[in-house]
């Protein structure tokens, strides 16, 4: 089945280091979003990438990093300039071109220990 | 600036009584825009789109919204509320120039379910 795949499900992370979130798409959607979600705010986009070896800042790109070296793959890295890291993180995958109907994984809940 | 609102952060309705939620955006040219709903702990699913055309919009799980251009409104409802409708609802709306796809979403609304 063609879905989104988010690993690990939990995390947790001390001070001062730095943590990488997979995401993995097979639906073949050239679009890749990264959202953080905190409770009462909604989601809030870090990074979003429309193509391979290309990718934008979101609204709250400040202490995080991704890259995109293959279509199916997105992974983001929350580094310890970020002050506040603990939250849900959500990837999501579209068509490129497409309306914004997004799909997404099921999350990867961050901790700071 | 873009933004969607969700008035309504939590409302509770007995089981088998009708709902609605309310979503209000901000948004320069014909939006496109989308309800999810996510069960704690996962992710979104969308429940229904509007791009153009009728502004009445079926879902699943029995959902329905309607695009009100003149309110800058998309209320979800849906007749009948089941236990199972116990979940976080989302409105969103995608914007950017170029279509990147990002979206915006407002804040929530929790669904609580009497039996």
């Known amino acids: 089945d063609g879905g989104i795949t988010q690993s690990p499900k939990y995390l947790f992370r001390k001070e001062g280091q730095n943590v990488t979130l997979s995401c993995e798409q097979n639906l073949n959607h050239d679009a890749m979003y990264w959202y953080r979600q905190d409770p009462g705010q909604g989601l809030r986009l870090i990074y979003y990438s429309q193509i391979v070896n290309d990718f934008q800042k979101g609204d709250i790109a400040e202490g995080y990093s991704v890259s995109r070296e293959k279509k199916e793959s997105f992974p983001l890295t929350v580094t310890s300039a970020q002050k506040n890291p603990t939250a849900f993180y959500l990837c999501a995958s579209s068509i490129t071109g497409g309306r914004g109907e997004a799909f997404f994984g099921q999350g990867t809940r961050l901790t700071v220990v | 600036a873009q933004s969607v609102t969700q008035p309504d952060i939590h409302i509770t309705v007995s089981e088998g009584a009708s709902l609605e939620l309310r979503c209000n955006y901000s948004y320069g040219a014909t939006p496109y825009l989308f309800w999810y709903v996510q069960s704690p702990g996962q992710g979104l699913q969308l429940l229904l789109k509007?791009?153009?055309?009728?502004?009445l919009v079926q879902g699943i799980k029995g959902f329905e919204a309607e695009f009100k251009r003149s309110q800058s409104s998309f209320n979800l409802r849906k007749p009948s509320v089941h236990w199972s409708d116990a979940a976080e609802y989302f409105c969103a709306v995608a914007h950017g120039s170029g279509n990147t796809g990002k979206l915006i979403f407002g804040q929530g609304t929790t669904l609580q379910v009497k039996p």
């Open positions: 509007y791009f153009s055309g009728d502004t």
